[in-house]
């Protein structure tokens, strides 16, 4: 570790970044591990573990052991991704050597967009092993679709792609988390610590109506986070967690030396993810499902602002996003509109030619090209935890007035349709 002149650890910009630098390289890592158990096998002596969250430490002693710490230096030195791929090869060596069985699930924190940059020769041969000898769950956070939609459904559907699993971390303890979850489609949901530990009050009740939507409708499972009395477990099993994690049931700590005799009686379910939406449009996806009308401009803008309008409920709040072919089609009332919804929405997302990467503030913009097929449509899709709307529309390419320029229409509020649409833009939307 670098010191400054007296002999204290350097803590200078350029010291943390030899210092951290200096972990990165060594892979100085260490893993432990907390159990997570099946909420309603608690009452026996020993609760039944259905597997464990890998949970990293830096070097000992130094000012990178708690992985906050280490996790802010690297991102400050520009190596996260090389750190998040040294944590996770840590985390699946250990489960390893420890004889981790597939019958236990091994949960592993991941930055998405670590998970789009390539694995570091040194680490292949561990991550090619534990793709061949682990069951993983891959957690991320709602921050990452909000920051970077495009990057977190790509690490997604890689994450599948290896047969592996995806959780939610955190879920509640930001409102757009909600909003997020369908989109990220996790197995696991879980559940944020503060909601375990004060589950009173209108905001919980509306978080725990979200979650049990949507584990009704997938089959997903719910794990309640920062388990450490019994009081925080009934609240867990009011909330409909059938799962646990906290102090009570373990504190992070080697694997047990038993580890590789255990199974799970009922392993943590991998719900099936939607089918991809390639390179289709929302038009395309919801005209195939949905009988078209026609209806000029003026008939359509009641109804595109009618979603537009829905978009504003501060207490759930949505994903919004915008197809306006063009820029010029974005008018000062629209990007009025847009603007305020950005406000309390949980991400608000526009696409046109020749759009700004911000072209209302606290909107995200994306340019889409001349030629591309959305050039030719106009869609206005809104998803919260509970509502879901989408208005699709092609142009006809009619001349004259722009208000009455006809178009062949779909409205649909089929939620699983309205998010195979709005998935279709979010790949669109790109870090500011």
């Avoid at 096998?41 to 280490?70: D, F, I, K, Q």
């Avoid at 009081?231 to 700590?253: D, E, I, Y």
């Avoid at 950005?342 to 020749?354: D, M, N, P, S, Y």
């Avoid at 208000?403 to 089929?414: C, E, H, S």
Wanted: net charge negative; aromatic share 6%.
């Amino acid at each position: 570790m670098d010191m400054d002149g007296t002999g204290a650890p350097d803590r200078s910009t350029a010291g943390i970044i030899r210092g951290i630098g200096d972990v990165i390289d060594a892979r100085a890592v260490t893993t432990v591990f907390q159990p997570i158990v099946r909420l309603d096998s608690w009452r026996r002596h020993r609760p039944e573990v259905v597997g464990y969250e890998a949970l990293t430490r830096g070097p000992a002693g130094t000012p990178w052991e708690a992985p906050l710490e280490l996790f802010d230096a690297a991102r400050r030195a520009g190596r996260l991704a090389e750190l998040d791929w040294v944590c996770r090869a840590a985390a699946y060596r250990a489960a390893i050597d420890a004889g981790l069985p597939l019958g236990l699930t091994l949960f592993v924190n991941a930055e998405p967009a670590a998970l789009g940059v390539p694995c570091p020769p040194d680490l292949a041969p561990t991550i090619l092993d534990a793709q061949l000898r682990l069951r993983v769950v891959v957690e991320m956070t709602e921050r990452a679709i909000t920051d970077d939609p495009a990057t977190l459904l790509s690490a997604a559907e890689a994450c599948r792609g290896s047969g592996w699993g995806v959780a939610l971390d955190d879920v509640g303890a930001e409102p757009a988390s909600l909003a997020v979850m369908p989109f990220v489609h996790p197995d696991v949901v879980k559940v944020d610590r503060h909601l375990t530990q004060q589950p009173d009050g209108a905001y919980a009740a509306r978080v725990v109506n979200a979650i049990v939507a949507y584990a009704e409708r997938t089959g997903a499972a719910v794990l309640a986070e920062g388990v450490e009395t019994r009081g925080h477990v009934a609240a867990a099993l009011g909330m409909g967690s059938t799962l646990g994690q906290g102090w009570l049931f373990g504190r992070p700590g080697p694997l047990p030396a038993d580890v590789a005799e255990r199974s799970a009686t009922l392993p943590v379910p991998f719900v099936a993810p939607p089918a991809g939406t390639g390179t289709r449009t929302p038009y395309e996806i919801v005209a195939a499902r949905r009988p078209t009308a026609e209806a000029t401009k003026r008939m359509l803008m009641p109804l595109s602002r009618y979603l537009e309008e829905k978009a504003l409920d501060p207490a759930e709040p949505p994903i919004l996003l915008g197809c306006f072919q063009e820029a010029r089609f974005l008018t000062a009332a629209t990007a009025r509109r847009y603007a305020t919804v950005a406000q309390t929405a949980a991400l608000v997302g526009v696409l046109g030619t020749e759009l700004p990467s911000v072209p209302v503030p606290g909107v995200r913009g994306a340019a889409i090209a001349g030629d591309d097929p959305l050039r030719g449509e106009w869609n206005v899709v809104v998803v919260g935890p509970h509502f879901a709307g989408a208005l699709v529309a092609r142009d006809l390419a009619d001349d004259g007035p722009d208000a009455d320029r006809r178009f062949t229409y779909a409205l649909t509020y089929d939620r699983d349709l309205v998010l195979e649409a709005a998935r279709a833009l979010l790949h669109w939307i790109v870090p500011t």
